[in-house]
Nanobody, 126 residues
Framework: VQLQASGGGEVQAGGSLRLSCTHS????????MGWFRQAPGKEREFVAG????????YYADPVKDRFTISRDHAKNTVYLQMNSLKPEDTAVYYC????????????????????WGQGTEVTVSS
């Protein structure tokens, strides 16, 4: 399995970006997908995730009501729509997958994911 992340860039505060993560294989309905980010000098942190197709997405508090994760099985792609961006959202964003379901407590844990994309950089200027 290979994941290809794209869509990063530089944007002013208040702007929007949509990140894409293209899966090299068909996304299973039971597959967990997540987005994480790592800012300079900080540890990687969970941003958003979906435990399996049809389950409710979950968001980290700093991005709740601003970011939306979605899956397009026909395109084998997972998206992260990011609105109302803030300078503190500046980071390298990574998509990740696990080829089976993850319950909420595991969804937040980077160690539970088997495959990772290469990261796409997001810079938000004030």
């Amino acid at each position: 399995v290979q994941l290809q992340a794209s869509g990063g860039g530089e944007v002013q505060a208040g702007g929007s970006l949509r990140l894409s993560c293209t899966h090299s294989e068909q996304i299973f309905s039971s597959e967990a997908m997540g987005w994480f980010r790592q800012a300079p000098g900080k540890e990687r942190e969970f941003v958003a995730g979906v435990g399996w197709s049809g389950s409710d997405p979950y968001y980290a508090d700093p991005v709740k009501d601003r970011f939306t994760i979605s899956r397009d099985h026909a395109k084998n792609t997972v998206y992260l729509q990011m609105n109302s961006l803030k300078p503190e959202d500046t980071a390298v964003y990574y998509c990740a997958t696990r080829r089976n379901r993850l319950v909420l407590s595991a969804l937040l844990d980077a160690a539970q994911y088997n495959y990772w994309g290469q990261g796409t950089e997001v810079t938000v200027s004030s």
